[in-house]
């Protein structure tokens, strides 16, 4: 960690990329390290095997656990309904077999549906306490804009919601303005500004800063650990997405949204480097 480039919410671009920091981690990491990256390279395999049920021909993302050859062959396998858990997680082949009955289906998502797989396999099996409460949060963060959105349009907000958890639990349950989440949830009113942006592109910045500062303030006291690999890849994968933006407006725009985030989040003033 302590030869990697340092990266901010305002940069644009990263000195290293995701292939390259795995490449030079791969002879340093223990087994167990190794066990909690796989989650962060498993999320790049499910969008993977989406694209390649809607298109065998499509491009896919190479930073994943599995090669062409294994997509094709956990493919086959779940249309021959010769499910073998030991080689691929289970919810991937559930999800190629059913893939061709829901596609057609009316409101049917199928990255989403893929998300939220993804999402509960991490949190149920990720050996990592932090890695687990990060995807909780990534789907927490996701079914309360969405009831927030849901409830704002008059839609139904229970046919937004994905997982069964405290926090859907009292999503599906409460009239409240806030589905009386501020109340056992700080970051709830964070979110609630941000479903109030009309600029679906600086909403999801939005969204992207506040969950950089969430990793930032897990890994303040742990920069040597594999939390901190963790989080720096997560971190690295934001920038990339960024970089798809105008470099001007984005930095000015992060500058606007960090500053903001400043006076409320619980984050060390020295850590956030400027």
């Known amino acids: 960690m302590a030869g990697l480039p340092d990266i901010t919410l305002e940069d644009t671009k990263s000195g290293v990329s995701i292939s390259d920091l795995r490449e030079d981690l791969d002879g340093t990491l223990s087994d167990y390290d190794k066990k909690v ?6 999320k790049n395999d499910c969008m993977n095997l989406v694209k390649l049920l809607k298109n065998p021909e499509a491009e896919i993302d190479n930073n994943g656990n599995l090669t062409m050859e294994q997509y094709v062959d956990l493919m086959t396998s779940a249309r021959e309904m010769n499910f073998n858990v030991h080689r691929y997680p289970s919810f991937m082949s559930e999800f190629a ?3 061709n009955y829901n596609k057609d289906k009316e409101g049917y998502f199928p990255e989403d549906d893929m998300l939220y797989q993804f999402y509960k396999y991490a ?13 909780k ?3 927490n963060i996701a079914n309360i804009l969405t009831a927030f959105l849901a409830r704002k349009n008059g839609w139904n907000v229970a046919d937004f919601i994905q997982g069964d958890n405290e926090v859907t ?8 303005k806030d589905f009386d989440l501020t109340h056992e949830y700080d970051y709830v009113v964070d979110l609630m500004k941000i479903v109030d942006c009309d600029d679906p592109v600086e909403k999801e910045k939005k969204i992207d800063a506040f969950k950089w ?4 303030e897990q890994t303040f006291f742990n920069i040597f650990s594999i939390e901190a690999v963790f989080a720096y890849m ?4 934001m920038l990339f997405r960024w970089d798809k933006l105008d470099v001007q407006k984005g930095q000015e725009t992060f500058r606007q949204i960090v500053d903001n985030l400043r006076g409320e989040a619980r984050v060390p003033e020295e850590f956030i480097r400027k």
């Open 37 to 42: 990256m796989y989650y962060f390279f498993l």
């Open 97 to 99: 077999r059913n893939y």
């Open 123 to 135: 949190i149920e099996t990720c050996p990592n306490k932090m890695i687990r409460e990060w995807y």
């Open 137 to 139: 949060l990534n789907l």
């Open 169 to 176: 639990e009292m999503i599906l349950t409460n009239n409240t």
């Open 213 to 216: 500062l969430w990793l930032e």
């Open 234 to 237: 997560c971190k690295l994968d």
